[in-house]
């Protein structure tokens, strides 16, 4: 079973046995920012120059991604500068929520809802399937720790860990300076097209834009 990115994301960020939320609110923009870079990498939006465009409005029949595709043309139709940190900025607290659903949806985790001190509503997402994860903590362990030589997504997927500073879930094992060297090496690396290495740029450059300009509204 092919999972998206922001469906990875998701996994790597779920305790699978309790189903609770591991540093959600860094998850949340890489989980907004997977969403982005799966419509780029097929060909459906261009991340270029800060600006988010939509370039083929053709559904991908990934209902994750294509319910995020018609909000993005929404979205970018109301303005006239459409601009990759503003999307993600309002993206991060809505993404993670669909894709949320796309995982119960698709049975890779289910939803169990109760009252914390029987008054306010939790909702956790223990794992149910445990393949998909299985094979893409391989698939990172193998291009991060060994020698592997990551395609295009992965290494999308290891820029946007990096990026968003996820290295403890992604890797809980290994103290995240082991990892974060090689991490920022995949993401710049020359394997990836062009078009993708700057998408993801643009990309990890708006998470730590929009971040900062959260982080500064808060404390003002």
Partial sequence: MTATLAEEIMLLSLDDESGAAKERTAAAWAVAGGILLDLALAGRVSVADKALRTV??????????????????????????AKVTA?????????????????????????????????FPVRRYPEADASVERELRGRLSG????????????????????????????????????VEGRMAKIADAQWAGEGVREAIRNMQAAMVAATVATVTATVA
């Fill in 87 to 119: 999307w993600l900025t309002k993206d991060r607290s809505k993404a993670p929520r669909a894709t949320l659903d796309s995982l119960v949806s698709r049975g890779l985790v289910t939803e169990q809802r109760h009252h914390a001190l029987g008054l």
């Fill in 143 to 178: 291009a991060v720790l060994g020698d592997g030589r990551p395609d295009d997504r992965t290494a999308g997927l290891i820029a946007l860990l990096h990026g968003a500073k996820l290295h403890r879930i992604a890797f809980p094992d290994v103290p995240p300076k082991t």
């Fill in 56 to 81: 083929d409005p053709t559904p991908t029949g990934v209902p994750l991604l294509d319910g995020r595709l018609r909000t993005i043309m929404d979205w970018s139709a109301k303005r006239r500068s």
